[in-house]
């Protein structure tokens, strides 16, 4: 069985401060890792995804995750935070078994502070 | 290409009857899949549907249904509703042609049950 811990419900961050959310992920087999982030009274946007290949990854808005197997991790980065990045942040696994089915982590709320 | 609609937005209903919610998934998506979010259980996989079969389904209880159209579009039905049935219910589409299989979700029907 799949899950996902996110280790920060909230995280606090001054405008144009570097930010890292954490996710943590355990899967008895290869894994396919993603990143969404929903605002408010909206779906989930898809920010980036690791299938294979390159380690860092890099996705829209300037955000960036690095996944590391020996860690079972995938941490979300961007180095520099604006005001419009507040919003809820997931991240996901999934698996060659799991067909289109995705575990969640908790979330985490991002809250960018002029 | 226009993205995933949920129809209905909001929903208000009383305890004890049925709802259905609609998903139409983005052209030539094949698969739909439902979540429901909640601010205690957070993100949950409820079902899946690929070509009117279900594929996949998630630890929910029977009253939790669904069903897909040859036009790919879904349906998912809720009888006796629970107060603890009030969420945002999510769907996503996909295509199933090769991996990963990147999910686009829709903005949501929130359902409230009182």
């Known amino acids: 069985a799949q899950s996902v811990t996110q280790l920060d419900s909230q995280v606090p961050v001054f405008e144009e401060a570097p930010v890292e959310l954490r996710c943590n992920y355990s899967?008895?087999?290869?894994?396919?890792l993603f990143w969404y982030v929903q605002y408010p009274n909206q779906g989930l946007q898809l920010l980036l995804k690791?299938?294979?290949?390159?380690?860092l990854v890099k996705g829209i808005n300037g955000f960036e995750a690095e996944f590391n197997k020996s860690q079972t991790s995938f941490h979300l980065r961007k180095p520099s935070v604006h005001i419009s990045d507040t919003a809820e942040y997931f991240c996901?696994?999934?698996?060659?078994?799991?067909?289109?089915?995705?575990?969640f982590g908790g979330g985490t709320r991002l809250m960018v502070k002029p | 290409k226009a993205g995933v609609t949920q129809t209905p937005r909001y929903l208000i209903k009383t305890r004890g009857q049925q709802v259905t919610l609609s998903c139409s998934p983005i052209?030539?998506?094949?698969?739909v899949s439902w979540y429901q979010q909640t601010p205690g259980q957070g993100l949950q996989f409820l079902f899946e549907?690929?070509?009117?079969?279900?594929?996949n389904k998630g630890n929910f209880p029977g009253r939790f249904s669904g069903r897909q159209f040859s036009n790919s579009r879904s349906e998912m039905n809720v009888s006796t509703l629970e107060l603890g049935d009030s969420a945002l219910y999510l769907c996503?589409?996909?295509?199933?042609?090769?991996?990963?299989?990147?999910?686009?979700f829709g903005p949501g029907t929130r359902l409230t049950v009182t």
């Open positions: 690791y299938l294979s290949g390159s380690t």
């Open positions: 996901a696994v999934s698996d060659q078994n799991a067909g289109n089915m995705l575990t």
């Open positions: 899967s008895s087999v290869s894994v396919y």
């Open positions: 052209s030539g998506h094949r698969s």
């Open positions: 996503a589409s996909s295509t199933v042609q090769g991996l990963p299989r990147e999910q686009y």
């Open positions: 549907y690929f070509s009117e079969t279900q594929r």
